[in-house]
Nanobody, 123 residues
């Protein structure tokens, strides 16, 4: 059974950091691009960052550039999202998703999804 499991969410003060993990089970991530998305209450799910299957290409939403870093460790079958300088605009449920090889904009192009992890930014 193919499964993605996110972890690492929680409560952090503005300016703080969190590292999210996306672990795969039941399949190897070697051939999959991994995207991170987030969805705040009352808003559509939006793309945050994505990394290609090789790790050679990564992209970021303008709102998180310079603050978030995506990386992957295929030996651990895990992708990470390091989030620094968190802002009040960042709270949401963060999801990871997988699709073959390359990143692509639009949630409809992603084949596998995790259940999400909550990120809260509050003083």
């Amino acid at each position: 059974q193919l499964q993605l499991v996110e972890s690492g969410g929680g409560l952090v003060q503005p300016g703080g950091s969190l590292r999210l993990s996306c672990a795969a089970s039941g399949f190897s991530l070697d051939d999959f691009a991994i995207g991170w998305f987030r969805q705040a209450p009352g808003k559509e799910r939006e793309g945050v960052s994505c990394i290609s299957s090789s790790g050679g290409s990564a992209n970021y939403a303008d709102s998180v550039k310079g603050r978030f870093t995506i990386s992957r460790d295929n030996t651990k079958n895990t992708v990470y999202l390091q989030m620094n300088s968190l802002k009040p605009a960042d709270p949401a449920v963060y999801y990871c998703a997988a699709r073959r090889y390359y990143c692509r904009s639009g949630t409809r192009f992603w084949d596998y999804w995790g259940q999400g992890t909550q990120v809260t930014v509050s003083s």
